[in-house]
């Protein structure tokens, strides 16, 4: 079964919909959710009848059913009664998160209530993206622009809860710019060694990973082929471990190493540890393909425990990537605006302002469609300004285009504003920080 959709019912909890496409589902029945691999047990099946549900117990391939109980389930999920089985092809979304506020409860007693209602509404709006900030406790949440933070906090403030929320924070991603390694990483005990290189990920692969036409998921023989197809050695290419969020790859390109396979989850726990909190800001590193090339792995499992493997991939994998020309990328947004046409020079002025650029101008009637592009990061007075600057007389929206390297001239600020915001010292990490003496 595949889920497409989630409501959060006051009674009931939440339903889960979607297509059944082979089998039945009935009430009571286990069920594996393949894409978070884990597993959970259908309390009761219905089926939507207009906005009324009725509860049928029992249905067979080709209905819509509305399943009951199945807690953690999200938006995009494959539904199986078997553990190995491949899932149906990713929903993909048009954006992604870009810009977070801070909230918490105006009262410290309505916390757990809170906490709940984030976790509903995420799992309601796939792109609202709750999280907690470790080093402060805030809870996070991230959305597509102010306008979609401003809805969830309705939403929020509508269970009569009184929030306090922070000034929206821009998303950034960290990223390289070449190649880097292999660079050695040892453990903390000396009787392993990890050879890492690093590189920017190809556009060409990250398409086919948005396109959901590799995934690792799927047939291995068949995404090998693929990625042949787009110029990868044929080494790398049939040794892909992982693909994971945002738009990042592991390969094992290694020849000969003893071990290897008995410490991939391990590898795999180090690397995601380093992809969600990169070197320079501890902002998530995006478009990254890291290749272990080689490995030194003591021969008695106790010497290669989880306290010796993942810090160790983490630190190498941290040394190439600051050695590979390290940048942070910054969230653009297209933007089309309508105005008359004496009101032009005013748009593009605006959008020019913002460090900004103007794509097309298309003359229709008495009307001007102007498109451009301009940072989230410039966006969050756009409002006012263009309002004041055309009378109020210019239709615009914004949506998300793509992700762009912050200016050399403005890196360093950025970084150390981030890292200012974060409680960290304003000089980000050198490589030799992280290598073993």
């Keep these: 079964m595949s889920v497409t959709n989630i409501v959060v019912d006051p009674q009931a909890g939440v339903v889960a919909t979607g297509r059944l496409f082979s089998g039945t589902v009935k009430d009571g029945e ?23 549900r009725e509860i049928v117990g029992h249905l067979s391939a080709g209905n819509i059913p509305a399943l009951l109980g199945l807690e953690n389930v999200k938006a995009g999920e494959t539904l199986a009664s078997v553990k190995q089985f491949i899932p149906f092809e990713a929903v993909h ?36 993206v709750t999280s907690i900030n470790e080093e402060t406790g805030e809870y996070l949440i991230s959305g597509m622009g102010t306008l979609h933070l401003e809805i969830a906090n309705t939403l929020i403030t509508k269970t009569g809860m009184e929030i306090v929320t922070s000034k929206p924070i821009v998303i950034y991603r960290e990223a390289v710019r070449k190649t880097a390694g292999p660079v050695e990483g040892k453990s903390p005990n000396k009787h392993n060694k990890i050879y890492i290189e690093v590189e920017p990920l190809e556009d060409a692969v990250l398409d086919l990973i948005k396109q959901g036409k590799i995934s690792e998921y799927g047939d291995k023989a068949e995404m090998a082929k693929t990625l042949r197809a787009v110029g990868w050695a044929p080494e790398e290419a049939k040794g892909v471990w992982s693909i994971d969020e945002p738009f990042n790859m592991i390969l094992d390109v290694t020849k000969g190493a003893q071990y290897v396979q008995e410490v991939k989850d391990m590898v795999l726990a180090g690397y995601r540890w ?69 009101l032009l020079g005013a748009v593009t002025s605006v959008i020019t302002q913002k460090r900004g650029k103007i794509v097309s101008v298309d003359q229709k009637g008495h009307l001007v469609s102007v498109v451009g592009e301009m940072p989230t990061a ?17 239709f615009w929206g914004l949506e998300f285009a793509r992700w762009s390297p912050v200016p050399t001239s403005l890196l360093q600020t950025v970084v150390e504003g981030i890292r200012k915001r974060k409680g960290l010292s304003l000089e980000p990490p050198k490589a030799s920080d992280f290598m073993e003496a």
């Excluded at 894409?35 to 219905?46: D, E, I, K, Y």
């Excluded at 977070?100 to 509903?120: G, M, Q, S």
């Excluded at 409002?383 to 055309?390: G, I, N």
């Design 93 to 128: 979304y048009v954006t992604e998160p870009v810009v977070t506020i801070a909230v918490e409860p105006k009262f410290n007693r309505d916390l757990p209530k809170l906490v709940e209602i984030l976790r509903k509404l995420s799992l309601e709006d796939p792109n609202l």
């Design 274 to 342: 380093g992809i969600k909190e990169g070197p320079i800001a501890y902002e998530q590193i995006r478009g990254l393909k890291v290749k272990i090339t080689d490995v030194s792995l003591h021969e008695d499992p106790v010497h290669r425990g989880p306290a010796q493997i993942m810090p160790m991939t983490r630190r190498a994998m941290f040394v190439a990537f600051l050695e590979a020309a390290p940048t942070l990328l910054e969230p653009v947004q297209k933007i089309t605006t309508r105005v008359p046409n004496e």
């Design 30 to 52: 286990a069920v594996y959710l393949i894409n978070s691999r884990t597993q959970g047990r259908v309390q009761q099946v219905a089926i939507y009848m207009g906005p009324q």
């Design 378 to 394: 410039e966006s969050f007075d756009l409002s006012e300004v263009m309002r004041s600057q055309t009378q109020g007389r210019a």
